[in-house]
Nanobody, 121 residues
């Protein structure tokens, strides 16, 4: 069984910073990629950032230059450093990981529970 555990959300003023963490645990053979999506009220879930097993990153245009995604392979953990936060960044941030569990050759898509980020003065 594989689990994603997120932490780091909260309330921050515009221009402030937050760091989100997502740790994958359980019966993991390999992790292809990890990243974050977000969903604001009344809007569709959208990708924010992702990082592959080789360290290649991609970002949504709306967060480029402000957000940085990094990965600690030894801990199966990714960190999303969010700087210069704007009110429009307010959303539930959900961790995503593409993982092959032990005992299978199949790649599965896993989701965390989500952590709320609110940017407001």
């Amino acid at each position: 069984q594989v689990q994603l555990v997120e932490s780091g959300g909260g309330l921050v003023q515009p221009g402030g910073s937050l760091r989100l963490s997502c740790a994958a645990s359980g019966s993991i053979f390999s992790i292809e990629a990890m990243g974050w999506y977000r969903q604001a009220p009344g809007k569709q879930r959208e990708p924010v950032a992702s990082i592959t097993s080789t360290g290649s990153t991609s970002y949504a245009d709306s967060v480029k230059g402000r957000f940085t995604l990094s990965r600690d392979n030894a801990k199966n953990t990714v960190y999303l450093q969010m700087n210069s936060l704007k009110p429009e960044d307010t959303a539930a941030y959900v961790c995503n990981a593409k993982i092959t569990p032990r005992g299978t050759l199949l790649l599965f898509n896993y989701w965390g529970q989500g952590t709320q980020v609110t940017v407001s003065s």
